[in-house]
């Protein structure tokens, strides 16, 4: 899903430069002389799982494939700032260095990818978590909140190039929306599975600190 | 960095990135087939702001194609996990608050 540049209007794409950046400021300032000792490894290993993930498209319908974006992974390990933090990473590298996804548009694939899963799923996650009592909660939880954020995810990408004047939005959001509801299964099914493997192997890690 | 789970992790990632990913599909993800489907793919040829070392995750010059893929994987990989690193020691608290 990740936008090319000149996908986006001037205007659009500014915007969304400036959405990513005041959350960006505002997790950084959240973050920053927070981490304990503990927090380090644990995002060198999610920026890098993060990154090899997205490589791995999986055929979906009709021949288009999906990967998995992963922001709702790495905020229910780290915490939905500092992973913020590692998904702009990973966008800004997959830009700069792999030409997947665009420089101006950048921005939006940060927001759109990045903060709507670490940010919006966070929320989602937990207040699914909260309601649903005791440990049974979290991985429908988790489920909904990752299928949920790549949903959002699409929906978000269709309202931004609609907003460029590319193309109708009662076209371009229907579309988007009807084929990451299938996508989002991927991204719910590897958060999953993630999450459980680490309950299983090293369920200490999951009491990381939520920054 | 004692508690070395981090090397599992990472050589997980590595395996992903270096020989999953030669199985991936090649099939246009969600919104290139929206955009090939409604016929705007074509707003997004020729406006790339710049040249990315490695496009398309290959590293041009190199011409086994599964190595040239590979390495790139690799690559990102491990730039990544650096800067996680990195970036987890510059917000790490000081000795007052380190948990």
Redesign the interface.
């Known amino acids: 899903?990740?936008?090319?540049?000149?996908?986006l209007s001037t205007e659009v794409w500014l915007i969304m430069w400036a959405l990513a950046v005041a959350v960006l400021g505002y997790a950084?300032w959240k973050?920053?002389?927070?981490?304990?000792?503990?927090?380090?490894?644990?995002?060198?290993?999610?920026?890098?799982?993060?990154?090899?993930?997205q490589?791995?498209?999986?055929?979906?319908a009709g021949?288009?494939?999906?990967?998995m974006l992963g922001g709702v992974l790495a905020a229910v390990i780290l915490g939905p700032f500092?992973a913020s933090?590692?998904m702009a990473?990973?966008f800004i590298?997959?830009?700069?260095?792999?030409?997947?996804g665009?420089?101006?548009t950048l921005g939006a694939n940060i927001f759109n990818m990045g903060l709507i899963g670490t940010v919006g799923g966070y929320y989602i996650y937990y207040t699914i978590k909260n309601i649903v009592k005791g440990d049974s909660g979290r991985f429908p939880a988790i489920a909904v909140a990752a299928w949920l954020a790549v949903v959002l995810a699409?929906a978000a990408?269709s309202i931004e190039?609609a907003a460029s004047g590319?193309?109708p939005i009662g076209?371009?959001l229907p579309?988007?929306v009807s084929?990451?509801m299938i996508?989002g299964l991927i991204e719910a099914a590897v958060s999953v599975v993630v999450v459980a493997f680490i309950l299983k192997t090293?369920p200490d890690?999951l009491e990381l600190?939520k920054i | 960095m004692r508690d070395n789970y981090w090397i599992f992790g990472l050589v997980v990632a590595l395996i992903m990135a270096a020989v999953i990913s030669l199985y991936a599909s090649p099939d246009p993800d969600g919104l290139e087939r929206v955009a090939e489907d409604k016929g705007f793919l074509e707003h997004g040829e020729g406006h790339e702001v710049m040249e990315s070392p490695m496009p398309d995750y290959i590293i041009p010059g190199i011409e086994n194609e599964v190595l040239s893929a590979s390495l790139a994987g690799v690559t990102g990989t491990l730039m990544l996990f650096g800067a996680g690193i990195l970036l987890g020691k510059a917000f790490r608290g000081g000795t007052n608050n380190a948990t």
């Open positions: 899903m990740h936008i090319p540049d000149g996908f950084i973050t920053n002389e927070r981490l304990g000792e503990k927090h380090v490894p644990m995002l060198g290993v999610l920026a890098a799982f993060i990154f090899a993930a490589m791995l498209n999986t055929p979906v021949g288009t494939s999906g990967h500092s933090i590692i990473t990973v590298v997959q830009g700069v260095f792999f030409q997947d665009g420089i101006t699409s990408t190039i590319i193309i076209v371009v579309a988007m084929i990451h996508i090293r890690l600190q």
